[in-house]
């Protein structure tokens, strides 16, 4: 059974910091591009980072660029996102994301909410 289970969320201050985790497990983790999306109340889902299967490649979306950092372990199936410099524009519920391209295959962790305010 596949799972992406996120963690790390909750209530911050603006100025400070989160780190997310997302521990996958029914699939082969090394295989897959993972990456965090959020979408906050009223928008539209939005890519916030990607890393690529061996972690050798990151891309960020502009608003996170900076204040964000992807990485992952592939001995401990998990990716994280450590954020940095958290806005209240930074609020959103975030969801982890698995996608290999040959065959094309997509999971989704259920998201954990990020709220950011004093």
């Known amino acids: 059974q596949v799972q992406l289970v996120e963690s790390g969320g909750g209530l911050v201050q603006p100025g400070g910091s989160l780190r997310l985790s997302c521990a996958a497990s029914?699939?082969?983790?090394?295989?897959?591009?993972m990456s965090w999306y959020r979408q906050a109340l009223g928008k539209e889902r939005e890519l916030v980072a990607r890393?690529?299967?061996?972690?050798?490649?990151?891309d960020y979306a502009d608003s996170v660029k900076g204040r964000f950092t992807i990485s992952r372990d592939n001995a401990k199936n998990t990716v994280y996102l450590q954020m940095n410099s958290l806005k209240p524009e930074d609020t959103a519920v975030y969801y982890c994301?698995?996608?290999?391209?040959?065959?094309?295959?997509?999971?989704w962790g259920q998201g954990t909410q990020v709220t950011v305010s004093s």
């Open positions: 890393i690529t299967s061996g972690g050798g490649g990151t």
């Open positions: 994301n698995a996608l290999r391209w040959t065959p094309r295959m997509e999971y």
């Open positions: 029914g699939f082969s983790f090394s295989s897959y591009a």
